[in-house]
Nanobody, 120 residues
């Protein structure tokens, strides 16, 4: 079991960069991967990005080219760098720790969620 603590959310103007952080209470296992999900008001939770222990990444179409996921293994921490955020990026962002199953990312543990609001 692991605890995930998020930080970095808040109110930001469109176009201003924002970085979310997710720190785990233990080291990340070799077979685990970290991901970020977003739940916009009235919508289903969606996967925004993930990164495997081998450094392979995947992004939602809406995030590709603007967001970057990364990890700092020494700090047991993952990041989501949000460049050029847009109002449609608004939502509650959840950090996840999980595994790849049949080529798809599946989170097994979750952070508490952090609100990101992008104003226009």
């Amino acid at each position: 079991q692991v605890q995930l603590v998020e930080s970095g959310g808040g109110l930001v103007q469109a176009g201003r960069s924002l970085r979310l952080s997710c720190t785990a209470s233990r080291s990340i296992f070799r077979d685990e991967a970290m991901g970020w999900y977003r739940q916009a008001p009235g919508k289903q939770r969606e996967l925004v990005a993930f990164i495997t222990s081998g450094g392979n990444t995947g992004y939602a179409v809406s995030a590709k080219g603007r967001f970057t996921i990364s990890t700092d293994n020494a700090k047991n921490t993952g990041y989501l760098q949000m460049n050029n955020p847009k109002p449609e990026d608004t939502g509650v962002y959840y950090c996840g720790l999980g595994v790849m199953i049949a080529g798809q990312y599946r989170a097994q543990y979750w952070g508490q969620g952090t609100q990101v609001t992008v104003s226009s």
